[in-house]
């Protein structure tokens, strides 16, 4: 089979060029399951060369390539669109084709804090230069799209370029400085903080927002803000030019606040294992900025916090007093007359509502998932309350179904073993997997020994 004409494979490469990082990716793992197949030999080689420049152009332009996101109007941070990125990267290669091959050479055998990064501090000053020029075709798109995005966006990006090569030996230390803050450390960051502060007024901040934007957590950078500043008071930092970086992480904690108390249960599992994993993610960054400013006990950042906390626990126990009514709802129990007494039995006769089901099989995977957050939350104790009582609730439930199945009571044997199944899931929520088994199997042979030979019991992991 021959492989695809060159005009073919030139519209390939237009393709692959305007992709997203994660498409181009995609693509060359795909692609990797089709070697041999000579027409997509053409294809293949395309991507692998794209792929290639772009981990250059990334490795080059690392410092503020993570700046580049979606279309650059967020306001509340340092960005640029990222249309400007490959622009940028374009201009650069037509303005300097030895530099790049130069840094090609240096990133084909790079090992971090071994190998010299000359090459690519000199590409960032070649930029640095063709950007304040504004001469060359694609820098000057890339400048025009950057200027529509935002006022100023230029000037920026000129800053950001200058502190480059600072950004970029910080951020071979990033990992060290984020895990644990020594004497050492601290002082290494000043340093660089101090050197990054040579280029301008606005350059402190910036050096700030560009190692952030290296981080998986961008809010983690506070730790070396406040390692910086060494451990400031509320006082100092908020007045100072980078008390950004503490409101921000208080606004993320109150939007994170707003998605707990608002998530869906309708959602099912995943929107209950979503909303847990938020809740985990505050009881982090409160603890962050707890930890990295000395707060004022009243009023100011001190006070604020300490009412998100309290807003954290009561939304989120509020959420889980829900649970034993979503129990009952999705596990029915009807009232029965047994002699002289009425006595609470399981409703058989309409088989399990998927809905409620899924509703409460959500609140158990957000009451689950925020198992490790619960102490430092301020809600260990109505967690635990609330998970003995519905486990009780569940386990006196399987007890009972189980009785009327042996007993050969049940008006529809199906609708059982269908309750049951979802009573083996939630057992698994609420203690361990291995209480689910434990029911399943006892459930198994309860349906075995019953006399009625209607309906049989199957696998309790069956979806209803």
């Given at each position: 089979m021959t492989g695809l004409p060159d005009d073919k494979i030139e519209i390939v490469r237009t393709l692959v060029s305007g992709a997203p990082d994660a498409v181009v990716s995609g693509l060359r793992k795909a692609l990797v399951a089709a070697d041999g197949d000579t027409a997509l030999a053409g294809v293949r080689r395309v991507v692998e060369a794209e792929v290639a420049d772009r981990n250059l152009r990334n490795k080059v332009l690392e410092p503020v390539a993570p700046l580049f996101a979606g279309d650059g109007l967020d306001e509340g941070r340092l960005c640029f669109p990222l249309a400007a990125l490959p622009l940028l990267w374009r201009g650069l290669r037509a303005s300097d084709p030895e530099g790049i091959a130069r840094a090609a050479a240096v990133h084909a055998d790079y090992e971090p804090g071994v190998s010299t990064v000359q090459p690519f501090d000199e590409l960032v000053e070649r930029l640095l230069e063709e950007v304040e020029a504004g001469t060359q075709r694609d820098i000057a798109a890339a400048l025009a799209?950057?200027?529509?995005?935002?006022?100023?966006?230029?000037?920026?990006?000129?800053?950001?370029?200058?502190?480059?090569?600072?950004?970029?030996?910080?951020?071979?230390?990033?990992?060290?400085?984020?895990?644990?803050?020594?004497?050492?450390?601290?002082?290494?960051?000043?340093?660089a903080y101090r050197d990054a502060c040579r280029a301008g007024d606005d350059a402190g901040p910036r050096f700030f927002e560009m190692l952030s934007a290296q981080l998986a957590q961008r809010w983690t950078i506070l730790r070396i803000v406040s390692a910086v500043m060494d451990h400031p008071a509320e006082s100092y930092l908020s007045g100072s030019e980078l008390a950004i970086f503490a409101t921000r992480l208080m606004d993320a904690v109150d939007a994170n606040l707003q998605a707990v108390a608002s998530f869906d249960l309708n959602g099912g599992p995943e929107a209950?294992?979503?909303?847990?994993?938020?809740?985990?993610?505050?009881?982090?960054?409160?603890?962050?900025?707890?930890?990295?400013?000395?707060?004022?006990?009243?009023?100011?950042?001190?006070?604020?916090?300490?009412?998100?906390?309290?807003?954290?626990?009561?939304?989120?126990?509020?959420?889980?007093?829900?649970?034993?009514?979503?129990?009952?709802?999705?596990?029915?129990?009807?009232?029965?007359?047994?002699?002289?007494?009425?006595?609470?039995?399981?409703?058989?006769?309409?088989?399990?509502?998927?809905?409620?089901?899924?509703?409460?099989?959500?609140?158990?995977?957000?009451?689950?998932?925020?198992?490790?957050?619960?102490?430092?939350?301020?809600?260990?104790?109505?967690?635990?309350?609330?998970?003995?009582?519905?486990?009780?609730?569940?386990?006196?439930?399987?007890?009972?179904?189980?009785?009327?199945?042996?007993?050969?009571?049940?008006?529809?044997?199906?609708?059982?073993?269908?309750?049951?199944?979802?009573?083996?899931?939630?057992?698994?929520?609420?203690?361990?997997?291995?209480?689910?088994?434990?029911?399943?199997?006892?459930?198994?042979?309860?349906?075995?020994?019953?006399?009625?030979?209607?309906?049989?019991?199957?696998?309790?992991?069956?979806?209803?």
């Amino acid at each position: 089979m021959t492989g695809l004409p060159d005009d073919k494979i030139e519209i390939v490469r237009t393709l692959v060029s305007g992709a997203p990082d994660a498409v181009v990716s995609g693509l060359r793992k795909a692609l990797v399951a089709a070697d041999g197949d000579t027409a997509l030999a053409g294809v293949r080689r395309v991507v692998e060369a794209e792929v290639a420049d772009r981990n250059l152009r990334n490795k080059v332009l690392e410092p503020v390539a993570p700046l580049f996101a979606g279309d650059g109007l967020d306001e509340g941070r340092l960005c640029f669109p990222l249309a400007a990125l490959p622009l940028l990267w374009r201009g650069l290669r037509a303005s300097d084709p030895e530099g790049i091959a130069r840094a090609a050479a240096v990133h084909a055998d790079y090992e971090p804090g071994v190998s010299t990064v000359q090459p690519f501090d000199e590409l960032v000053e070649r930029l640095l230069e063709e950007v304040e020029a504004g001469t060359q075709r694609d820098i000057a798109a890339a400048l025009a799209l950057i200027g529509k995005a935002q006022p100023g966006g230029r000037a920026a990006l000129i800053s950001c370029l200058s502190i480059a090569p600072v950004v970029r030996r910080a951020t071979l230390k990033l990992p060290d400085w984020i895990a644990r803050t020594t004497q050492e450390r601290a002082a290494a960051a000043r340093l660089a903080y101090r050197d990054a502060c040579r280029a301008g007024d606005d350059a402190g901040p910036r050096f700030f927002e560009m190692l952030s934007a290296q981080l998986a957590q961008r809010w983690t950078i506070l730790r070396i803000v406040s390692a910086v500043m060494d451990h400031p008071a509320e006082s100092y930092l908020s007045g100072s030019e980078l008390a950004i970086f503490a409101t921000r992480l208080m606004d993320a904690v109150d939007a994170n606040l707003q998605a707990v108390a608002s998530f869906d249960l309708n959602g099912g599992p995943e929107a209950g294992l979503k909303a847990a994993a938020i809740v985990e993610t505050l009881t982090h960054q409160v603890s962050e900025l707890e930890s990295a400013i000395d707060l004022a006990r009243e009023g100011g950042w001190g006070g604020r916090i300490h009412k998100q906390k309290q807003v954290l626990a009561s939304t989120v126990e509020r959420r889980l007093r829900e649970l034993p009514k979503l129990l009952a709802a999705a596990l029915p129990n009807h009232r029965v007359r047994v002699a002289r007494a009425a006595v609470n039995e399981p409703r058989l006769t309409q088989p399990p509502d998927g809905r409620l089901v899924e509703r409460c099989r959500a609140l158990l995977n957000f009451a689950e998932g925020i198992r490790a957050s619960a102490n430092y939350g301020g809600f260990a104790s109505t967690r635990a309350k609330v998970m003995e009582a519905v486990g009780e609730a569940v386990d006196q439930y399987v007890e009972d179904v189980l009785s009327l199945v042996k007993d050969g009571e049940v008006p529809d044997r199906e609708i059982a073993a269908g309750f049951l199944r979802v009573a083996a899931d939630f057992a698994a929520l609420i203690h361990e997997p291995r209480a689910g088994e434990i029911v399943r199997r006892r459930a198994a042979t309860a349906f075995g020994a019953a006399r009625e030979p209607r309906g049989t019991w199957e696998d309790p992991a069956r979806p209803l």
